[in-house]
């Protein structure tokens, strides 16, 4: 090591001691040995010296998002960038980005970094994170970084990481390794530093997707890319299929000005629901920021749960493929389960978010996986969520089953849910252990946070990672047991129970 004692210096194989003096001209002309030596690093870091709190806020349960300039800038991207590829080891780092108006300068910080480490960059430019997804996984790289803050408000920003086969880095599965090498002293920097490639995945991309299409029928379709990365993608996927698509809010605009691109909130499907309504299309999809889900209305302007996409999908795959495993999360209905059993499918019910629900894909090597937030999830597609791919399942449904997609889903609407509602709780542990208490004559499990089921209802309810949160899902055989339930669970979560 450099630095033998307070007042000692060697570089690495060297016997003598060096001065200061010595030290700091070797690292100002890069002498081969610095790359190898940490006592540059504690001097850089001393002379920078440390993050601010907010830096180590923006590293999330499955990304990593903040406000820019003021949470996330260029600095910490470099680190980020640097830090990835010193973790997963990578000699190549497939980096996209989506259309905010920071992601640029984020993009190509973060790819700096990259390549101080010695690692080669596979600049995919402007693409949807399912497309990097595909590309880590078709290009054989080490890994891929997303430049993007999903379906947040346009001063938001992050980056989505992944290793090896699209494989997702969150915490507990390396994120905190990330993390703390980023907002460690700085990485040494390697002799020759990595090589940059463009590479533009959009017509791979596109003819990967296709080949998911089996049975799509001649139909009108709408579709909201709400100003994000849906509408450079979706293009040449749509030109080669045989539907008839109205494009909404097609043009990149990372400032959202028509709506946000979080189609999951009801009051951004207003603008889809309407031109479905007017046009006679037979079917909707909005699209999110990254492009990576997705979310339907019927040809009435319906909105349909994504958990019975979950269901719809899960029985034409099963059909087409045979015996499989089908995962899902633990907030869906129970109409899941039970389509996959009618159609000689395995359910297997998993904690919330994408990590989770890929590491038991793999494990398992399932079929399909769907989420309740509209991530959906295809063994064929390196296990990984595509947004366009749900969409060209859905299609293949319609073309094969040739209903309405109202009359496919209405047979599904059997049971009536809450919808994810949230709940200020500070103890939530405590809340946990008394619904634990107050339901004790149902069937309890914790897998994500608690679910307690009965034969005519059940509930789940989960913390939040990050807030003061809990979550509650709850679906029963009917409205009013709806509503009952949910009042006597609701005062248990408020500590308002007798």
Not at 125 to 149: E, H, K, M, R
Not at 192 to 209: S, T
Not at 304 to 330: F, N, Q, S
Request: charged letters at 30%; proline letters at 5%.
């Amino acid at each position: 090591m450099a630095q033998e004692s307070k007042d000692e210096r060697r570089c690495p194989g060297e016997r003598a001691p060096i001065s200061e003096a010595i030290c700091a001209a070797r690292q100002e002309r890069r002498y081969a040995k610095c790359a190898e030596c940490e006592y540059h690093d504690r001097r850089r870091a001393e002379q920078e010296g440390t993050w601010p709190p907010e830096a180590a806020h923006v590293f999330k349960a499955y990304d990593i998002r903040g406000i820019y300039p003021t949470e996330l800038n260029e600095k910490l991207a470099l680190a980020i960038g640097a830090s990835t590829a010193r973790y997963l080891g990578a000699r190549t780092l497939a980096v996209g980005r989506d259309m905010r108006t920071s992601s640029v300068a984020l993009s190509e910080a973060a790819m700096k970094g990259i390549m101080l480490t010695g690692c080669d960059v596979l600049d995919l430019g402007l693409c949807s994170t399912d497309a990097n997804y595909f590309a880590t996984g078709y290009y054989g790289v080490d890994g891929g970084i997303q430049t993007t803050a999903s379906h947040n408000p346009p001063q938001y920003n992050g980056f989505k990481i992944s290793r090896k086969d699209a494989v997702p880095v969150g915490m507990g599965s390396g994120l905190e390794s990330i993390r703390n090498l980023a907002l460690g002293p700085p990485l040494r920097p390697a002799v020759r530093p990595g090589k940059l490639e463009k590479k533009d995945v959009v017509n791979d991309f596109a003819q990967h997707v296709l080949g998911f299409a089996r049975n799509v029928p001649r139909l009108k379709v709408v579709i909201d890319a709400g100003n994000g990365m849906a509408g450079r993608m979706l293009p040449p996927i749509l030109e080669r299929l045989p539907i008839q698509a109205k494009a909404l809010y097609f043009q990149l605009d990372g400032t959202f000005p028509n709506h946000e691109p979080n189609p999951l909130k009801p009051e951004n499907l207003k603008d889809l629901q309407r031109e479905v309504r007017t046009s006679g299309a037979a079917l909707g999809a909005a699209f999110d920021g990254d492009g990576d889900r997705c979310v339907f209305v019927d040809e009435n302007g319906t909105i349909v749960p994504c958990d019975l996409i979950t269901a719809v999908i899960a029985r034409w795959l099963l059909r087409e493929h045979g015996k499989a495993t089908i995962v899902y999360d633990v907030r869906s209905s129970r109409v899941v389960a039970e389509e996959i059993r009618a159609n000689g499918g395995i359910p297997c019910r998993e904690r919330v978010g994408h990590a989770f629900i890929k590491a038991t894909m793999r494990k398992r090597g399932a079929l399909f996986g769907g989420e309740l937030s509209g991530h959906f999830y295809f063994r064929d597609n390196y296990y990984a969520d595509s947004g366009v791919i749900a969409l060209v399942m859905v299609l293949n449904v319609l073309g094969t089953e040739k209903k309405k997609l109202s009359e496919i889903i209405k047979p599904l609407r059997r049971y009536v849910s809450t919808g994810e509602i949230n709940y200020q709780v500070e103890d939530k542990e405590g809340r946990i252990k008394a619904l634990a208490a107050a339901f004790k004559g149902g069937r309890i499990d914790y897998k994500d946070g608690i679910t307690v089921e009965f034969d005519d209802w059940w509930f789940n309810v989960r913390p939040s990672n990050t807030e003061p949160v809990l979550r509650l899902n709850l679906e029963a055989k009917n409205k009013r047991q709806m509503q009952l339930r949910r009042k006597e669970v609701e005062k248990v979560i408020l500590g308002k129970a007798k």
